[in-house]
């Protein structure tokens, strides 16, 4: 049946927002909080960066009604895609060469698998690519893995110039979100979580009143400017803590449950 003007959409960031950075857990309190707000009718989805190959059995036994995955690029409810972007296969050598000219480190992200080129020498990258290798619920690949298919990928510039080369060359194709510690997400343009909420918005016909997010970093601020009603967790960037309605407590505070509860979700 479908949902009617008065159902609330609920969207929720992981990193940061429901999966704590501190214990790299969902707290018991947080998956307590999200059944109830759907017990209450309520919709509740993830909202993320990560793309559906980077949904670990830990986020998705929580039993989310569907997700926006690799910031806008796919749309799932109850197991159906209804919308989905990738990153031309035409263009794929062209673009990991130009990331090799302009000594630009990248994590290829798809929705069937995460694409790892051979050496990072960023610790960043190179923390996720061992901790990615060594989880059971992800399917990784290389960059010369035969039919790659990615949606969108993280980078890592070794230089200002490097990253200046890169951007002019593909900034009409795609969007660069910064998020800080010269570390950058880059989509297709003009996918984000705000328009992976405006689809599910218009698929389930839902007010714009009855919209809510939970973020704590930039790439959320898409779709906490988007909703009608934003929340910062209590961990979350001052950028986005300035810009959104309802500050809650810290993830590792129960900021997931005190937020539903604030807005009577719960």
Request: glycine share 8%.
């Amino acid at each position: 049946m479908r949902k009617t003007m008065n159902s609330n959409l609920i969207f929720f960031d992981i990193d940061g927002t429901i999966l704590s950075h501190r214990t790299f857990t969902i707290s018991d309190s947080t998956r307590a909080a999200i059944k109830q707000a759907q017990a209450k009718g309520n919709l509740a989805f993830l909202n993320t960066g990560r793309t559906l190959a980077e949904m670990g059995d830990d986020i998705l036994e929580v039993g989310f009604d569907g997700g926006v995955y690799g910031c806008g690029t796919c749309i799932v409810y109850h197991g159906d895609v209804l919308y989905h972007v990738t990153i031309s296969t035409d263009m794929i050598p062209a673009l990991q060469q130009d990331l090799r000219n302009c000594k630009i480190e990248a994590i290829l992200e798809g929705s069937s698998a995460i694409y790892y080129d051979k050496e990072y020498t960023n610790p960043v990258a190179r923390q996720i690519k061992y901790d990615h290798m060594n989880r059971h619920d992800f399917t990784v690949g290389t960059w010369e893995t035969p039919d790659i298919s990615f949606d969108k990928f993280c980078i890592w510039p070794s230089s200002k110039d490097g990253l200046d080369a890169f951007h002019n060359k593909y900034k009409e194709m795609f969007d660069f979100i910064d998020r800080g510690g010269n570390f950058f997400e880059v989509v297709p343009r003009g996918c984000s979580k705000a328009t992976g909420i405006a689809f599910l918005r218009k698929h389930k016909n839902i007010s714009y009143e009855n919209t809510y997010a939970l973020g704590d970093s930039s790439n959320d601020l898409p779709m906490l400017e988007y909703v009608k009603h934003s929340i910062a967790m209590g961990n979350a960037s001052e950028r986005v803590k300035s810009m959104a309605s309802f500050l809650t407590k810290d993830v590792d505070d129960d900021g997931v449950a005190y937020a539903l509860r604030h807005f009577r979700l719960i």
